[in-house]
């Protein structure tokens, strides 16, 4: 079990280690770091200057190097537009981003779940038939416009709940900001926390109904069945527990991408986000922003996908021999 | 005379589809006593796992029970709600299925299997049931059972889990087990030790079991009486001697002269010509007259019943009680039978 786990945490340092070159190659070559801090009428020798001291004159492997010495100190360097180092404002932004996912992604899998499982058990009931209407709305409306649409109903029609920001926040810590100790806090999140997950919810709930369905034919299930097991029995625990290992494979990664893909829906709600930082940093081209938010998306799949891995095991007792050995 | 355990009469199955209703199984009528094994034989599709699901209430829509009825110790139980039939449902009959590979849920511990079932159908305690569950892996010749009880279903092989779902299928001691083909996903030598330990069961506890399978070798070995079944219908049902050395109806010869033996010089192995009818499109009359050598005028008009069949015809053996076959060749009224 320890052997797998290193060799997980090998191989994602490795993807890491691909990551970081990428975000390298963008920091150093997508356009030139210095025309960027200088201005039009900065004299020729101060220029050079400037780019002996930024290093940008050694070998490209000793400024990866470098690059990669400080990723691991946490430091990107100072943002273009905000002057500010850009660990800092990706800090004060992240937990507004954080807790947006989280909250989606947990949206996304309870009523999923919910809605997956009682479609694949009463299939034939007009409320399963809704599900998954509902289910193919989800899947076919593009974000942005369900956000809006969330929007116009929910904040501009109805007013009942707040159009965009994130409400009072608490401060928790050093650094951390939370939403959910405030009651506009909470009011605020559940817009952008339906849209964001909303597309995850649906997949999920069409995952987990065609898996249920697949596992409800198979014969251990007709082997409880024909031992007078209880249905719910039947259904919550042995169909439900084997459905559930290639949901937790897909909700993994579906969570990374919740993240990753928070940009849309911090920009309709104008969540003051990670998200929108990036949105903001591709408009100016501030490429230590860019660099340093392709790091953290990309840390942050190997961390949840070395997290299913691990979770396998937990579920199914014949993948922690595969691990073992 | 004692009661027969399960009563089946006139059972009919019917699975509605698109292009209709098909008749799965058309009047199948049969008893098995105390202890006793029927063996149900018959080509795929004959119908004998759909038998087997209809008497467990394990019909899967769009099939459903058409008509007949089954008893159990004479109480119906084709027409009971679905929760009185799961309380019968391992309780008081059980099922054994064919692939003991995939019959075992793979998350779950043998015991936790084995003690969530016992705590279903009785009011053991936990570590009661435990214990019982370790007797009946120990009595299905499990060795070690208090260790083996905390393994999961990929640490046995694949006899090792035909026992364990034996094991399951006795949780609750029930009067009637249904096997269906428990031993084809199984080695030869394996096969003979399954086949032992439900003949021995049998014997011991008075359990009376209904086993399908096309295997003649395993009927020989271990039914007391075997059914033909051919095309959803009871072709020949008798005692295990009669039928596999002397049957009547030309398919079951046909079954049987089918059988590879080692006696038998270099002769080719009898094959009936044709393949059975599909479910939409059975013919009138004899199921089996278009393949039957023996076919004449009533055959393809007029259904035949299982019956006790007329004796002597061309130096048949003499018949055993309880032999019955349906096939008018031997209707006691042979006045047809000459046209």
Known sequence: ?325 | MTEPVISVRDLRVEFVTRKGILRAIDGVSFDIMPGEVLGVVGESGAGKSVTGSAIIGLIEPPGRIAGGEIRLHGQRIDNLDPESLRRIRGRKIAMIFQDPLTSLNPLYRVGEQLVETILTHTDLSPSAARARAIDLLNEVGIPAPERRIDGYPHEFSGGMRQRVVIALALCAEPDFIVADEPTTALDVSVQAQIIALIRKLCRERGTAVMLVTHDMGVIAETADRVAVMYAGRVAEIGPVRDVVKHPLHPYAKGLMGAIPTLEAEAERLVQIPGSMPRLSNIPQGCAFNPRCDRVFDRCRVERPDPDIPRTGLEGEAPLMPGHRVACHLYTRNPVENAS
């Open chain 1, 1 to 325: 079990m320890l052997a797998f786990v290193i060799r997980r945490i090998m191989q994602s340092a490795a993807v890491m280690l691909a990551v970081a070159l990428i975000a390298f190659l963008m920091f150093r070559f997508v356009g030139d770091p210095v025309n960027q801090m200088v201005g039009v009428d900065t004299p020729q020798e101060e220029v050079a200057r400037l780019r002996q001291s930024l290093g940008l004159n050694d070998p490209t492997i000793v400024q990866f190097g470098r690059f990669m010495w400080n990723a691991l100190h946490f430091d990107f360097g100072v943002s273009y537009q905000f002057r500010q180092p850009v660990t800092r404002l990706l800090a004060e932004r992240a937990p507004a981003t954080l807790e947006l996912a989280f909250t989606a992604a947990a949206f996304a899998l309870v009523v999923g779940l919910i809605m997956g499982v009682y479609c694949a058990l009463r299939r034939d009931s007009w409320l399963a038939q809704i599900f998954q209407a509902i289910s193919l709305i989800g899947v076919s409306l593009p974000t942005f416009l369900i956000g809006i649409l969330l929007i116009y109903l929910f904040a501009v029609i109805l007013g009942w709940l707040p159009s965009n920001g994130r409400g009072e926040v608490v401060k928790v810590g050093d650094w951390w900001t939370t939403g959910f100790l405030t009651t506009s806090g909470l009011r605020a999140l559940v817009l952008p926390a339906i849209t964001l997950g909303l597309f995850q919810m649906t997949l999920i709930m069409r995952l987990v109904r065609a898996e249920m369905l697949e596992v409800m034919r198979t014969d251990y299930i007709k082997f409880a069945k024909a031992r007078g097991l209880r249905t719910r029995s039947i259904h919550f625990g042995h169909a439900l527990k084997n459905t559930l290992i290639p949901v937790i494979t897909i909700a993994g990664l579906q969570l990374g991408s919740i993240i990753a893909f928070a940009i849309i829906t911090e920009t309709v709600f104008n969540w003051p986000g990670m998200g929108l930082l990036f949105l903001k940093a591709v408009q100016n081209v501030d490429i230590p922003i860019m660099a340093a938010y392709l790091m953290l998306i990309g840390l942050l799949f190997v961390l949840i996908n070395l997290l299913v891995d691990l979770t396998y095991g937990l579920v199914d007792p014949r993948l922690r021999i595969a691990m073992r050995s």
